[in-house]
């Protein structure tokens, strides 16, 4: 098994960054596909982001290709999203997933991931 805490959301103005971190413990990091979704009220979980086992094995949603970078530190068991160029449509709740340890690469899909953390709010404002 493995624990994720997420941290790093907070409140910003639209054009602005944030880094969010999901540290992990328990079972070995390196060996988790890890994904970044999100939550808006009233809405399904999203994908915005995922690595595979090989750090430079990344996937992004469309909306955020250029702007989001996932990276994973299995050094230190972090998974980081650096956001910049924030937009009010991406406030939400953000969550990040491990999928594995039997899998290799990310999926897009919430389903495929077994371990969440409880999420940290993002907030955009215009």
């Known amino acids: 098994q493995v624990q994720l805490v997420e941290s790093g959301g907070g409140l910003v103005q639209a054009g602005g960054s944030l880094r969010l971190s999901c540290a992990a413990s328990?079972?070995?990091?390196?060996?988790?596909?890890m994904g970044w979704f999100r939550q808006a009220p009233g809405k399904e979980r999203e994908f915005v982001a995922g690595?595979?086992?090989?750090?430079?094995?990344?996937y992004y949603v469309d909306s955020t290709k250029g702007r989001f970078t996932i990276s994973r530190d299995n050094a230190k068991n972090t998974l980081y999203l650096q956001m910049n160029s924030l937009k009010p449509e991406d406030t939400a709740v953000y969550y990040c997933?491990?999928?594995?340890?039997?899998?290799?690469?990310?999926?897009?899909?919430?389903?495929?991931?077994?371990?969440w953390g409880q999420g940290t709010q993002v907030t955009v404002s215009s």
């Open positions: 997933g491990a999928r594995g340890p039997s899998y290799y690469r990310a999926s897009r899909n919430a389903d495929d991931y077994t371990y």
């Open positions: 328990g079972s070995s990091f390196s060996t988790y596909a």
């Open positions: 690595i595979s086992r090989n750090p430079l094995d990344t």
